[in-house]
């Protein structure tokens, strides 16, 4: 990811934005495509394992987990805002302590970033550009599970993105969002050992799970 990109998502990801979705996210839960990838890693178990939870936002993921019997979360995020946010939730939620948390760009993170059992990525893979690197080395620090949301591989879908792109050069953002081909996504992860166990679609998202390929003794 680019300095730019860092550089919008913190401007755009602001505070205000932080509290908003807090809000939102209490009041009425996590978003339809958040709580499709919850429930796909709780049928596949969560209780005693460790969760790296990538562009974690407001904490949907982690916190939904650990309350559903998870041992401990790593929340690495772009946005200080989004980090301070998350940080708010798990105490008051009960969690503190349970949550380690790392402020930057993932990719250059990576190297000091322990692995996890499951692997979170909440619609985070379209705002990277460098998707391979990004998912690389994510799907390196996966033991059992794999879980993303991203944009459809869609005509549509690309349209939107256009648009959303052309509003955030209006306003002078230098954020911008990446369709991926989803092709090229799943290649990767096969080529890491990952294979797709669960797909779900809402809207212009798609949800997919993958499992860590279990090698024959």
Avoid at 90 to 113: C, K, M, Q, W
Avoid at 117 to 146: P, W
Avoid at 159 to 167: A, E, H, K
Wanted: net charge positive; charged share 25%.
């Amino acid at each position: 990811m680019s300095q730019c990109q860092c550089q919008g998502i913190e401007s755009l990801f602001d505070q205000r934005l932080a509290a908003t979705q807090l809000e939102r996210m209490q009041r009425r839960g996590p978003l339809k495509t958040t709580r499709l990838l919850i429930e796909a890693l709780r049928q596949r178990g969560v209780h005693g394992r460790t969760l790296l939870d990538i562009g974690g936002g407001v904490g949907a993921v982690q916190h939904q987990l650990l309350a559903s019997g998870l041992r401990e979360a790593t929340d690495v995020d772009a946005s200080s805002a989004y980090l301070r946010a998350a940080k708010s939730e798990s105490t008051r939620l009960g969690f503190e302590g349970r949550v380690h948390y790392h402020y930057g760009n993932f990719v250059d993170l990576a190297p000091g970033i322990p692995p996890a059992d499951i692997v979170t990525l909440d619609r985070v893979i379209c705002c990277f550009d460098d998707m391979a690197g990004l998912v690389g080395a994510s799907a390196e620090k996966a033991h059992i599970m794999y879980g993303l949301v991203y944009p459809r591989d869609a005509w549509w879908a690309r349209l939107v993105v256009r648009l959303m792109n052309l509003t955030h050069r209006i306003r002078g953002n230098q954020f911008r969002v990446f369709t991926h081909r989803t092709a090229e996504v799943e290649a990767l992860l096969e080529r890491k050992g990952l294979v797709r166990g669960f797909h779900g679609v809402a809207g212009a998202w798609q949800v997919s799970v993958f499992d860590r390929k279990v090698i024959p003794a």
